[in-house]
């Protein structure tokens, strides 16, 4: 059963996936539990990825549903956790383009299901596909974001952040067991600075963070953000997003995600805002510092990448 962050977004795909191998079509319409509805649309999904969603099949809110319902107008329905074979199955409902929520864990739930004929991994070679024997040159050719899966993506964040702070003195070292909740290790040259970071697709606070003198950090174009978990908590408490502590994200699962920036948050935010590079910064007057500079600033204000204050 899937129980990590995408857990929702799991069961939605695995749902759908057991209606098609049991009518062989698609369903037209899902029921949820509004907990669910709610976990998907606010926390999993960005909202140009909830209108691809609503593009393709109706999601709607039930409080009389256990779980979730596949259905169509035919009448027929397929309730989440049937037991019908996938393995025939082409394309599915994970594999939808565009599509890809945003995980906190370090893998994706839909993995788990992977073997058991409820669900496939679209990266797996074939046993009997021959190894290769040429050499082809190296294509430098740019991706699309918006087309790697889950884990393509923290990976390819990771080495973005990595190089940006690179450029403010630190290497990075990645962690595989998720250390006091960081992802990786953020060490400066100075030899006394070492962080903790968790690198979120967007600005998150949870109860699982608290008291570890963790830093997270997500991106928000067209420039990074990493702030100590405890200290911007603290000022949430005390703005006008307090009402954030009242949701059911917050009091049934400890945490909560902001799917999009208004300007308010961006204001609370500033101070967490990483410069842009030394090239960037000859256009840029009010970001002149170097990496030293920056260092000593986190020595008397706890935080070592952000504007002047």
Not at 97 to 106: F, L
Not at 200 to 222: I, Q
Not at 262 to 277: G, T
Not at 291 to 301: E, N
Request: charged share 30%.
């Amino acid at each position: 059963m899937p129980n990590g962050s995408d857990k929702n977004w799991v069961r939605l795909c695995l749902t759908i996936d057991g209606f098609r191998a049991r009518f062989d079509v698609w369903p037209t319409r899902l029921r949820a539990k509004p907990d669910i509805v709610e976990d998907i649309r606010e926390h999993l999904l960005t909202q140009e990825s909830w209108g691809l969603l609503a593009k393709k099949i109706q999601l709607l809110s039930d409080p009389g549903v256990e779980s979730l319902i596949a259905e169509d107008d035919a009448g027929r329905e397929c309730a989440y956790g049937s037991d019908y074979s996938t393995q025939s199955l082409g394309v599915r409902a994970a594999e939808w383009p565009s599509i890809t929520p945003i995980v906190e864990d370090e893998l994706s739930n839909y993995s788990v299901a992977i073997g058991n004929g409820r669900a496939k991994d679209p990266e797996t070679t074939k046993p009997n596909d021959p190894p290769s024997t040429t050499h082809p040159a190296i294509g430098f050719i740019a991706i699309d974001y918006k087309l790697l899966n889950a884990r393509q993506k923290e990976n390819f964040n990771f080495q973005k952040l990595s190089a940006v702070l690179a450029d403010f003195g630190f290497t990075t070292m990645r962690l595989n067991d998720d250390w006091r909740g960081a992802d990786f290790i953020a060490q400066h040259l100075d030899g006394q600075t070492f962080l903790g970071v968790q690198l979120k697709g967007r600005l998150v606070v949870a109860t699982k963070y608290e008291r570890k003198e963790l830093y997270v950090a997500f991106f928000e174009s067209p420039y990074w953000y990493m702030y100590p978990h405890d200290e911007l908590l603290d000022v949430l408490k005390g703005s006008d997003k307090k009402n954030m502590f009242e949701t059911v994200s917050w009091r049934k699962r400890g945490g909560y995600s902001f799917p999009r920036l208004d300007k308010k948050l961006f204001e609370l935010l500033e101070p967490y805002r990483i410069p842009h590079s030394q090239a960037d910064r000859r256009s840029r007057p009010t970001d002149r510092r170097s990496g030293a500079d920056i260092a000593d600033v986190s020595k008397r204000r706890k935080h070592p990448l952000g504007p002047e204050m």
